[in-house]
Structure formats: C-alpha cells, structure tokens
C-alpha cells in the first residue's frame, strides 16, 4: 500500500517469520518481518497506560479497578444461518438477519453493592435493591399494644408506597435486628413497650451516612 501510513506496536521490534494478514479474504503471509518485508512507525500502542494522553481532548487516562456487569456479543450470521431464521427487509425480500446476544450480571452487582455497603454486623444495600426498605419490629409481638402499632406503622409505610416487612416472629429483639442487618434492610422502625404507648415506633437507619435516629409519634 502507498500512501498510507503503517503503525507497529513496540512488542513487534526485533521478532522475526511472524504471520500477517494479506489484505485478501481467507489469505496470510508467512516469515514476514518488520523492516524487512515491510516498514511502519514502531509506537507503544496495545495496552494504554495511567496517564497516557487522549489525542482528541488531551486529557490523561486513569486506570481504576472495576467489575464487568453486563455484556453484548456481536454473534453475526452463525446461529441465524445454522437455525434457518430469515426476516423480510425494508424490500420485502428474505434476509439472515444479524444476531446480538446481551447478558446483565445481577448477581454481579448484588456482590459490588455488598462489597461497598456492609459493615461488621452484614450488609447495608441501598433501597433501591434491597430486598425490603424498611422493616418494622415490634420487640415483645406477644404485647398487644406492640403489636397493634406495629401493624398500623406497617400499614402505613404500605400506604406510602414502601417495601416494607412486619418481623411479626416470637423471637427475642436481638435474634431480629440481627436477622434484618444480615438480609441488609436499610431501616428499621422498632416498636417497645414506651414508642407503642406513644403509638409510634423508633427509626434506626443501617446506612452512617443516613446518621439519624427519629422517633415516630401517632396521628
């Protein structure tokens, strides 16, 4: 090729008989070698590195660690050919059509999430992907007063439109908080023997940055 300008990355200096394309479909060239059989501009050009410049803005590159979520794959006309699918076009004329295949990793971003929301007692997930918002906790469900504000607060948050779960078990309140930290419910209104009286409960966020402590009063 003439006028055209050739690129070889640094990694090809000195190698010698590698195999290269012959700019012809299903054709390679054997024993070629650059400056022998053909001349480019040797540069660092397979793995960008921290700091190197963008040609089109100038600025540098960062290299942050980071978790693949989610995929596309260009399959082409592989499986379409083989399955037999055709489609009618924009002519009414039957086409192979180009197959794409997507994939989204939830449990991927359920592990991220964890990874950057949890402290010693389990996970702290956000809201909007934990399995519930809120949930309520009468201490003693065995107390009719707990129990009947508990319910009304759970009926309430239903009413406002929130996930909400009523920890109704006959369990001690620590086998319950501690179920709730390990399933990673953000908040948790606790309903005792003093908030039913004032037909209310205690709001305790799972999240420090939500670092406040409210206490619910009746309507």
Sequence with gaps: MKGVTILADQALAGRRNMIAGANRNDYHLRHVTLGEDFQAEVCDLRQGGAGDGCVRCGGRLEVVKTVEIGHIFKLGHKYSEAM????????????????????????????CAIELFH??????????IAPFQVVVTPANNGDAKQREAAERIYGECLGRGLDALLDDRDERPGVKFKDADLIGVPFRITVGEKTA?????????????????????GR
Excluded: Q
């Design 119 to 128: 402290d010693k007692d389990g996970m702290m997930l956000p809201a909007a």
């Design 84 to 111: 037999g699918l055709r489609v009618l076009n924009a002519d009414g004329r039957e086409v192979t059509p180009i197959m794409g295949s997507y994939g989204i990793g939830i449990e991927r971003i359920l592990c």
């Design 197 to 217: 009286r004032r037909h209310g409960g205690a709001g305790d966020p799972r999240h420090p940055a939500d670092g406040r402590r409210a206490g619910g009063g």
